[in-house]
């Protein structure tokens, strides 16, 4: 119902900057949030941020608060994810994923449709 398509993911030195983008297609008006995820080789999945789609409300893992701020524009049915002070620990693939109901924001079984991810690599 609703495909969700990442990108803006490449490899930055320490302290560098990204901003991850994810465009929603399909039934967007049935989105009540969206969130971004990561997982590292070996590692689970671990919530980063997350926003609830209309009343804008963000949510934070603390071992990225005050480096990442998410945000979305309605018009382009986009959420972005800008990433500043990068470390070799946020190297991972991020998701995507897009909620239809209310549910907890940091868990994955919140959400219902997910991207196929982007790359985030950084060198030290």
């Known amino acids: 119902q609703v495909q969700l398509v990442e990108s803006g993911g490449g490899l930055v030195q320490a302290g560098g900057s990204l901003r991850l983008s994810c465009a929603a297609s399909g039934r967007t008006f049935s989105m009540y949030g969206m969130g971004w995820f990561r997982q590292a080789p070996g590692k689970e999945r671990e919530f980063v941020a997350a926003?609830?789609?209309?009343?804008?409300?963000?949510y934070y893992a603390d071992s990225v608060k005050g480096r990442v701020i998410i945000s979305r524009d309605s018009a382009k049915n986009t959420v972005y994810l800008q990433m500043n002070g990068l470390k070799p620990e946020d190297t991972a693939v991020y998701y995507c994923?897009?909620?239809?109901?209310?549910?907890?924001?940091?868990?994955?079984?919140?959400?219902?449709?997910w991207g196929q991810g982007t790359q985030v690599t950084v060198s030290s």
């Open positions: 926003i609830h789609w209309s009343g804008g409300s963000t």
């Open positions: 994923a897009a909620a239809r109901r209310p549910f907890l924001v940091h868990s994955p079984l919140g959400y219902n449709y």
